[in-house]
C-alpha cells in the first residue's frame, strides 16, 4: 500500500507542477486591446493567431518550414487572400476551413503586419 502511495505521488507531482506552471494559452488567441491597431479586424488576429502562427510567427516573421516573411512581404491584398484561400508551395488552402469573411480578415491582419 505504501508502495502504491509513494508512486502515485512520485509521478503525479511532476503533473501538478506543469500545470500550475503551464503558460497562459488564452492571452494567445484572446485580443490584447493594447496591441490593437484601428482598423485591423479583431477575428483576423484570433484566426491568424490559431492558424498561422505556427509557421509564420506571432509577428509575421518566423519563417518556419520555408513560410514566407509577412513582415517584409511586397504582394498585394489580392496575391494574400489568393494564397490564404488556395495555399502556395507547402501551405495547404485555408478555403476549407474558413467563410469568406474570415479568409478576408486574415488576408487584412496579414498586411497589417508589414513594417
Known sequence: MKKSISIFIIFSLPVFFCFSCGTDVA?????????????????????????????????????????????????????????????????RSFAPDFKVEQLNAVAKYAEQLRR
Not at 488567441?29 to 506571432?58: F, M, N, R, W
Open 27 to 91: 492571452n494567445k488567441t484572446s485580443i490584447d486591446s493594447s496591441s490593437h491597431q484601428a482598423g485591423v479586424p479583431d477575428e483576423g488576429k484570433v484566426l491568424y493567431l490559431e492558424k498561422c502562427s505556427l509557421c509564420h510567427g506571432e509577428n509575421g516573421d518566423l519563417g518556419s518550414m520555408g513560410a514566407a516573411n509577412l513582415v517584409t512581404s511586397k504582394i498585394n491584398s489580392a496575391a494574400v487572400l489568393a494564397i490564404i484561400r488556395d495555399g502556395k508551395n507547402g501551405m
